[in-house]
């Protein structure tokens, strides 16, 4: 079984056991995929994340799922691009980290991320793509759950980049590519 995918499309309309939100660190809705998945699963969301009192940058608190296919959504703030000697890379890998052991702490063997910090928070893609990627696949390495993680960009190009680094980085040995 392949764990790991890259595909297009609505991460809202996801059928994965939990979504990844991109968030801000109120945790309170915003712009981007946060304003589209907290429109998509209902006020109960909001609700919901009122409570959690906020999140810091590079963590992640999880919810309830609501309106949305996905019934768990992980919630992570990334990093605002600051021009990469301000730790972002750090806390970029810790969101994806932070996501992934909260699911499975919690027995979630789905689950679809968005491209974090790469919207209004203006982490160049290709740079974000290499930091999510070795992430997740680090941490796939050393644990059993979740069983499928797919990156779930929002256009074919976004995807393109993903693949591009996937390629460089993980389609098989450099022997395999050497031919």
Known sequence: ?????IIVGDITQSDAEAI???????LLGG?????????????????????LNGCKTGQAKLTRGYRLKAKYVLHTPGPIWQGGSHGEAALLASCYRSCL?????????TVDFPSISTGVYGYPLS????????AIMD??????LPRQVRMVCHTEA????YRQVWNLWYAGSKADRMV
């Open 127 to 134: 740079q974000a793509a290499t930091v999510a990627l070795k």
């Open 158 to 161: 976004a995807a393109q980049v």
């Open 1 to 5: 079984m392949q764990r790991f995918s």
């Open 31 to 51: 712009s981007g995929v946060d304003g589209a998945i907290h429109a998509a699963a209902g006020p109960e969301l909001l609700a919901e994340c009122r409570a």
């Open 101 to 109: 052991s909260l699911a499975a702490e919690h027995g979630i063997r």
């Open 20 to 26: 990844v939100n991109a968030a801000n660190t109120t």
């Open 139 to 144: 941490f796939l390495a050393e644990h059993d």
